[in-house]
């Protein structure tokens, strides 16, 4: 149907075409007339030739940590005309966004909404709006997110307390709770599902120590959202957010959040504005229709397509529910783990429980070459893994298989692509 309606299009764009030939042809001696007396152009910089050509973009397995690949269903939303960012049904889409962020989150806070941007603009609003230069913050760092949010912490003027660890371990209660009296800090940041690393780090118990220390609890779930089980209101996390294109199986580029009472509490009753204009939540909370007011202000042209795209992808979740979506990232991993293990390769989170469903890391076989085992894999199976990242880089490669991908035949294509890659790459005597 789609391929009939674009042969459709294209036979209308010729008939356009060709009419309006044969209108230049009939005005041929006006124009070239016309063209006498035109002044010399002031263009300098010719078209650049690659722009030019049409857009050529590659199909790919994207079997990495995400993005993923997006479902047809979620593509066609996000193609659909565009309105604009202040119209009404804008507004309804919006606030359909908001009730399943809800869902997804399983919370009931009204400061809930998507950023315009990537999961690092999520990050960076909530440190921003919570925290005050010269403030304590305490940063859970095992892998590359708590880095992240640390720098970002330290560049607007906090001061900044860290809790390091080696990739893949995580942090005990009785640790954190020992750190959050010491530094008694305003934030505690904790990545929920760390990529770098492939762990999933327990939440229990974590709220009720940071309302303890009157400190407010902010959560990364960017890579583990729909994928691993997390219940905002139940576990007492005061901000948590997520991005769009991992298990939401949303093009890149919004970011879920939420905040909840406490932690508006505290973010409206700052001393100092937000050190950034584009991610203060004053503003974003008319636009989301959050702040109780009448009428929501401009304050920014959100993405109109981007939001089409989430909206769909978290219409999907709840059709599924979240339960079953849990149960499945679940179902497959395992799957993938088993097969695995038995091409002989060596998981890097030896405890089950620890292991981050979406994003499976594979300590580096011993005698290869990691980069080339990857390259090898996008050449001949036009399939993306990766390696690390951050402290993780040179210890692991990782599969992802999220949303969308995550079922036992693409397991079993990822699977072959490595048989593959161990078999035919360069395995050194050492």
């Known amino acids: 149907m789609m391929h009939r309606a674009l042969i459709s299009r294209g036979a209308r764009l010729v008939q356009q075409a060709s009419a309006e030939s044969c209108l230049l042809a009939r005005s041929a001696p006006a124009a070239v007339a016309c063209s006498q ?16 050509r049409p857009l050529q973009a590659p199909f790919r397995y994207l079997f990495g940590p995400g993005p993923s690949n997006v479902p047809p269903r979620v593509l066609a939303a996000g193609g659909r005309p565009i309105i604009g960012h202040l119209h009404p049904e804008m507004y309804e889409i919006m606030n359909d ?22 999961g690092h603009a999520a990050m960076e609003c909530a440190v921003f709006n919570i925290v005050e230069p010269g403030e304590s913050v305490l940063v ?22 860290t809790m390091v660890k080696t990739p893949g371990q995580h942090f005990s209660n009785e640790e954190i709770e020992q750190a959050l009296a010491k530094h008694k800090p305003v934030l505690f940041f904790l990545t929920h599902g760390e990529s770098s690393a492939g762990l999933v780090h327990p939440v229990d118990g974590i709220g009720d120590l940071c309302l303890k220390h009157n400190c407010l609890f902010l959560v990364d779930s960017v890579a583990s959202l729909g994928a691993a089980p997390l219940f905002m209101d139940q576990q007492k996390i005061d901000i948590l957010y997520t991005g769009s294109q991992k298990a939401l199986n949303a093009p890149p580029g919004t970011a879920p959040i ?55 992808s978290l219409a999907i979740l709840a059709e599924k529910g979240l339960e079953r979506s849990w149960q499945q990232h679940r179902e497959v991993a395992e799957y993938l783990w088993k097969g695995l293990e038995d091409l002989g390769l ?68 990822a699977l072959n692509a490595l048989a593959d890659a161990l078999k035919h790459c360069r395995k050194s005597k050492a």
């Not at 007396?37 to 030019?52: D, E």
């Not at 970002?152 to 900044?160: E, P, S, T």
């Open 37 to 52: 007396h035109r002044p010399a152009s002031s263009v300098t910089i010719p078209p650049p030739p690659s722009m030019l």
């Open 97 to 118: 966004i908001k009730k399943g962020i809800q869902y997804a989150f399983q919370t009931q806070n009204h400061m809930t909404l998507a950023m315009s941007g990537s």
């Open 140 to 161: 859970a760092i095992n892998g590359i997110w708590g880095e992240r949010v640390a720098e970002i912490a330290d560049r607007m003027g906090a001061k900044v307390h």
């Open 258 to 312: 939420s905040f909840n009472d406490r932690a508006c509490e505290k973010m409206f009753n700052r001393k100092s504005k937000p050190v950034s204009y584009m991610l203060d939540m004053s503003h974003l909370s008319n636009y989301w229709g959050n702040d109780g007011k009448p009428a929501r202000m401009y304050h920014h042209t959100g993405p109109v397509s981007g939001f089409f795209a989430l909206r769909e």
């Open 346 to 413: 060596k998981l890097f989170i030896k405890d089950k429980d620890l292991r981050l469903p979406s994003v499976t890391t594979i300590a580096i076989p011993e005698g290869y070459d990691w980069r080339e085992m990857l390259a090898y894999i996008m050449k001949h199976h036009q399939m993306e893994m990766t390696g690390g990242l951050g402290p993780s880089i040179g210890m692991v490669m990782r599969v992802g298989l999220m949303g969308y991908n995550c079922n036992k035949p693409n397991a079993d294509m």
